[in-house]
């Protein structure tokens, strides 16, 4: 059994990418959706909400741990790494390794929460890689996917918005699992030139690549808010209807 | 004791508006964070949430019902009128109200949350008082006040979208409690012409007509979801670091 986190439905896209690689595999996937979205709390509080999710997890038997979130990936990785006696693994550092592989002039952007950007976890590794960096945070774009609202025109216009006044970068990172699914307006707003990097993918490739496949392909599905609010968006994400189960963390704890 | 709800932290307008009018009064405040937004809920299902809220203000000992929420306002009134034994208030006849009053050429609009347009409440009270009407669904506002970007560009960017195309409107009701805290953006994008109508403070007046100012002048908060995430949206809203509590309802119901 995989567990998967994410503070709330985004990290879906993880699974989903999991899942392709690794049919055979059980899943845990939390939604911390009664304390999302994380992307504007402090780095503390962040790094304390996954780490009672990732002792929840290792209670429940998990061999390994994916924080299919960047915004706990960039705050809370090294703490997750010290504190869990299994392999942990965020979605930064895949991120970073296929921008690196893919970029030809060396200057790459990065959009992603507040959090994620003020961590500079993603500047500072690729800057560990000789590259220039263009960071910019994009509060508002995570709503635009829980609103089910990707494929409207207030995507076009914050897309738009967002992607303005950057520099000539052939390489953005969508540094935020709910990225991939506005691919397609950020894409026309970032033009043709510019590849886009879905750390969702790279970040299965290499769990698929350190875990065997075995297992009953069942995922288990818990939400820390409500469970009927957490199915429903799920399915605006186009996620088919789980069951979801109730869990209480922290308040608990 | 006066008991309001929200789907969050946006019934704080109200609640700091009825406090204005009603310095001694003593509040309960619910804020359904672990359920929120309402905004693009069924309907059905923002209403159970309602009662569930509504259940548990009258077991506590409330002798009113504020519903400081729109979306809440618009979709169960009705329900929750038959349902309380004690006075229930809503927001939505309040600025209809004041709209009606305040209109010169009889074109009046509102903006507010997918549930609230599509529930038709606003536009069907209007008709009814012979106005013409202009209606426009904001998913995206709700998000900027609650990632503390009321004063940003993407407020502007998203000011300007949604009132793009109105027709030549004389007042606005600003249908979402959370709007009144985007009272200067969405007035630039709206041009000096038009008159704003806040609902919060209409309500404040009518509640505040119907019942005595008595009592200690306490407000003692509670939160579905994580108490910690309410108090730092709170506190991002202006509000002061008040002591929040845990309650469960629903699931637990």
Excluded at 9 to 23: D, E, H, N
Excluded at 43 to 64: K, P
Excluded at 200 to 219: C, I, P, Q, Y
């Amino acid at each position: 059994m995989i567990g998967v986190f994410d503070s709330g439905v985004g990290g879906l896209t993880v699974l989903q990418a999991l899942r392709r690689r690794l049919p055979r595999r059980d899943f845990l996937y939390v939604g911390d959706t009664g304390r999302a979205p994380y992307g504007r709390k402090p780095a503390e509080m962040v790094t304390g909400f996954a780490c009672e999710i990732a002792d929840y997890l290792y209670g429940r038997g998990v061999e390994a741990i994916v924080v299919a979130c960047n915004t706990a990936s960039a705050v809370a990785l090294p703490e997750l790494e010290n504190r869990c006696k299994i392999p942990v693994w965020g979605v930064v550092d895949a991120g970073v390794e296929a921008a690196t592989r893919m970029t030809r002039t060396g200057y790459v952007g990065v959009i992603a929460t507040r959090a994620t950007i003020a961590s500079a976890a993603y500047q500072r590794r690729l800057e560990a890689h000789g590259l220039r960096v263009w960071a910019r945070e994009c509060p508002m774009l995570v709503h635009l996917v829980e609103e089910g609202l990707a494929g409207s025109e207030e995507a076009e216009v914050l897309a738009r918005h967002y992607l303005s006044g950057r520099p000539k970068i052939d390489t953005l990172i969508l540094g935020c699992t709910h990225y991939p699914l506005l691919r397609a307006p950020l894409q026309r707003a970032a033009g043709d030139g510019v590849h886009l990097v879905d750390s969702a993918s790279v970040t299965a490739v290499r769990v698929a690549a350190a875990m065997a496949d075995e297992g009953n392909g069942h995922v288990t599905y818990y939400a820390t808010g409500d469970t009927k609010a957490f199915a429903h968006t799920a399915r605006m994400m186009g996620e088919a209807g789980h069951s979801v189960h109730a869990i209480d963390l922290g308040e608990a704890a």
